[in-house]
Nanobody, 115 residues
Framework: VQLQASGGGLVQAGGSLRLSCAAS?????????IYWYRQAPEKQRELVAF???????DYADSVKGRFTISRGNAENTVYLQMNSLKPDDTAIYYC?????????WGQGTLVTVSS
């Protein structure tokens, strides 16, 4: 199982970015849930959003109404659409895939929101 996050960059406050997480799985090891986490400088990693295989989603209170997690047309591609970005959203964003055998992390993608 491998996950690849991309789409980070520098954006002004109020702007938007779309992150992508491309996940690969095997026939005997399926990803059940994909999560987005973020870690700001000198802060703990925090959960941002998740989407299950069946399409159930949930969000951290701090991003509700601004971020949307969704699946792409390509199998196991998950997007995080981030709108109305704030400087507090500046962080490295990671995706994580959870299988029956454990969790797998992708490398992070840096999002910087300037004021």
């Amino acid at each position: 199982v491998q996950l690849q996050a991309s789409g980070g960059g520098l954006v002004q406050a109020g702007g938007s970015l779309r992150l992508s997480c491309a996940a690969s799985e095997t026939d005997d090891l399926r990803i059940n849930v994909i999560y987005w986490y973020r870690q700001a400088p000198e802060k703990q990693r925090e959960l941002v959003a998740f989407i299950s295989k069946g399409g159930t989603t949930d969000y951290a209170d701090s991003v509700k109404g601004r971020f949307t997690i969704s699946r792409g047309n390509a199998e196991n591609t998950v997007y995080l659409q981030m709108n109305s970005l704030k400087p507090d959203d500046t962080a490295i964003y990671y995706c994580k895939g959870v299988t029956m055998r454990g969790a797998y992390w992708g490398q992070g993608t840096l999002v910087t929101v300037s004021s």
